[in-house]
Structure formats: structure tokens, C-alpha cells
């Protein structure tokens, strides 16, 4: 499992990387179960699009968020 946050929650240092993408002066925040940190940390940084948050987590994002407007339960 890979978490990928744009605010810093997780206040152990060691088991959290920052990844800075495109053109952005602020981080995402990756942490990691059953993964290598490194190796989600460069899978993440290099994923598609040209901003912060790679395209697939924000169309992700996106649908969910459309299915809670709509009364849907996402598990």
C-alpha cells in the first residue's frame, strides 16, 4: 500500500519521503506498507503529468470524490 499525502500528517520522519514534482516548491508526502519507501517514493515521482499530483491520482481523486456527492459508498 502506498499513501500519498499533500499535507505532512505522518510525524515520523523515517517513514515518510518527500517528493517534489514539476515545476512545484512543495512535496507530496509518500509512506509505505508492505513496499520499499524508495521504490514507491521513485514509482510516484515518476508517474504521468506535468503537475504535483501525478494525473491518475487526481482522476482517482476525482471520481471518488463525484461518487460521494452522489450518495455512492466507495470501500
Not at 499513501?3 to 509518500?30: H, Q
Not at 524508495?38 to 506535468?50: L, Q, R
Amino acid at each position: 500500500m502506498i499513501g500519498v499525502a499533500k499535507n505532512n500528517f505522518a510525524t515520523i520522519n523515517k517513514l515518510k519521503r518527500e517528493v517534489y514534482r514539476g515545476k512545484s516548491e512543495k512535496p507530496l508526502y509518500i509512506t509505505t506498507k508492505g513496499i520499499d519507501l524508495d521504490e514507491a517514493s521513485a514509482n510516484i515521482s515518476k508517474m504521468h503529468g506535468d503537475f504535483r499530483v501525478p494525473t491518475i491520482l487526481k482522476l482517482v481523486d476525482n471520481y471518488c470524490r463525484r461518487l460521494k456527492t452522489q450518495g455512492t459508498n466507495v470501500v
